[in-house]
């Protein structure tokens, strides 16, 4: 099982990018979604989060701004960020707890990481 996130990128103060992130694999369940961030010389930060049922939480730094969501048919989580400002520059990671199908066992799996850049 993989997950593969993509959507990152150079943006404008006050501009917007969505994020994805598909688990590939031999899946059998997704549970809890998430999406984590670390910014440069900071510690990881779990910025949102997304059940099984679609029950959403969020840092109190992004609420209002960011949206989770995800799609189930494709197995892909989304971040929409939108009035990003520069403090949300970092690298975004995302998370999924996933049952494997071959297996039945439940395990943690991270993407790979996609750079968010908030600059003029």
């Known amino acids: 099982v993989q997950l593969q996130a993509s959507g990152g990128g150079l943006v404008l103060p006050g501009g917007s990018l969505r994020l994805s992130c598909t688990a590939v694999?031999?899946?059998?369940?997704?549970?809890?979604m998430a999406w984590y961030r670390r910014a440069p010389g900071k510690q990881r930060e779990l910025v949102a989060t997304?059940?099984?049922?679609?029950?959403?939480n969020y840092v109190d730094s992004v609420k209002g701004r960011f949206s989770i969501s995800r799609d189930n048919a494709k197995n892909t989580v989304y971040l929409q960020m939108n009035s990003l400002k520069p403090e949300d520059t970092a690298v975004y990671y995302c998370?999924?707890?996933?049952?494997?199908?071959?297996?039945?066992?439940?395990?943690?799996?991270w993407g790979q990481g996609t750079q968010v850049t908030v600059s003029s």
């Open positions: 997304i059940t099984s049922g679609g029950s959403t």
């Open positions: 998370n999924a707890r996933i049952t494997r199908r071959t297996t039945m066992i439940v395990g943690d799996y």
């Open positions: 694999g031999s899946i059998f369940t997704i549970h809890d």
